[in-house]
């Protein structure tokens, strides 16, 4: 009889955000806001959940790696995650592990964490120990599609709400355009509120300097992605001159970029994705390699897994939040006063509704 922590089954679906809407950032338009879910079920009955954010890219590659990585996984031990990921990266390494086969490892990977805890009745992050109760949250958004008087109500909106930092996009074909909605935002919340922007790769170095010296007197917290995410010594370049903090990571499925910018003291903030890292596990050593460094981590997009995986180290700087799953989930993160506070139900301490899943 296996274990009852056997993986018995697993499921996708996928789903919309009722908030769902067109968008645009220097780099890319996206019609729709869409995401899919990993659902698996162990030998005593507990399930575990997680998700990825998929917009509308690759939908039959995405499939086609979530197919295969349910038969490399089907009949693991759930409490062993990480054995499952060395299984994985042996059995992908032909093809390529990095890339879409590690967003559909990593989805079985949270999906796991959150079975395991469950069955010991316990919050994935009290798993790991906690270093605080709490941490930072700030708005996200802004993006290019957005006429003035939308990016500003959105942003006045996180304020209202006790957000205390917001960012938006920058890198749009018009630089002046840039400054010009920086300017407004700044005016829209004060100085008490801090504003970053992110270009999204979208700027060549010459550019995103003179952004940064355009925009040094409106107190920009820090400035994302601002070139392409494999130009480290321009990183190292902006780092010298830009006169504000650089963020970067996202685009990242492994610590390659982080040791490389590390080396040339040309970072100051760690953004890394979880699902593009493929696994909590590299999660967690990416952020302890940025704290050997002395740099903060500050994660991408996943609120609902960055805000307890925050929880477990040294170096949370804070967390980014959308709104996009919060209808679709039961326990959306709480937070209050511009701090969010993890879940304490066992697992990730949320669930998707029913309601919102189709079949994949």
């Known amino acids: 009889m296996p274990p009852p922590t056997t993986i018995r089954s697993i499921e996708f679906f996928r789903a919309k955000s009722t908030r769902s809407l067109s968008i645009r950032d220097a780099t890319h338009s996206i019609p729709e806001i869409g995401f899919v879910i990993t659902r698996i079920t162990l030998e005593n009955g507990v ?11 690759n939908p039959g590659a995405i499939k086609g790696a979530l197919d295969d990585v349910r038969e490399l996984a089907l009949g693991k031990d759930a409490s062993r995650p990480g ?4 299984h994985h990266q042996k ?52 993006w290019l599609s957005y006429s003035i008087d939308e990016l500003l109500d959105e942003v006045r909106a996180y304020v209202k709400r006790g957000f205390r930092a917001v960012k938006i996009k920058v890198g749009s074909s018009e630089p002046a355009r840039d400054l010009e909605r920086l300017a407004k935002v700044r005016e829209a919340v004060g100085d008490g509120i801090n504003i970053m922007m992110d270009a999204n790769q979208g700027l060549n170095l010459a550019s995103a300097l003179r952004l940064a010296e355009a925009a040094r007197p409106l107190r920009i917290t820090w400035f994302e992605e601002p070139i392409a995410h494999t130009n480290f010594a321009g990183y190292q370049q902006l780092r010298q001159h830009a006169g504000m903090s650089l963020a970067m990571g996202e685009r990242e499925f492994d610590t390659v970029a982080l040791r490389e910018l590390i ?7 760690w953004q890394p994705d979880l699902l593009r890292l493929g696994s909590v596990e ?28 925050l929880m477990t180290v040294s170096n949370a700087f804070g ?8 209808d679709l989930i039961t326990d959306p993160i709480v ?10 139900g066992a697992g990730w301490g949320f669930s998707f509704r029913e309601s919102f899943l189709s079949s994949l």
């Open 282 to 309: 590299a999660w967690r050593e990416s952020a302890a390699l940025a704290a050997a460094h002395h740099i903060p981590v500050l994660p991408h997009y996943y609120k609902e897994y960055d805000v307890p995986l």
């Open 319 to 326: 967390a980014e939040s959308f709104d996009w799953i919060d």
């Open 83 to 86: 054995e499952f990921l060395l």
């Open 47 to 57: 399930t575990g959940e997680a998700y990825l954010l998929s917009f509308h890219y």
């Open 263 to 269: 080396d040339r003291n040309a970072i100051d903030l």
């Open 91 to 142: 059995e992908s390494e032909y093809f390529g592990v990095l890339g879409i086969n590690q967003w559909a490892c990593g989805s079985v990977n949270i999906a796991m964490w959150d079975a395991w805890a469950k069955t010991i009745g316990q919050p994935v992050w009290k798993l790991f120990g906690a270093y605080r109760d709490r941490v930072p949250l700030y708005g996200s958004g802004g």
């Open 335 to 344: 937070m209050r006063e511009g701090f969010a506070y993890p879940n304490q």
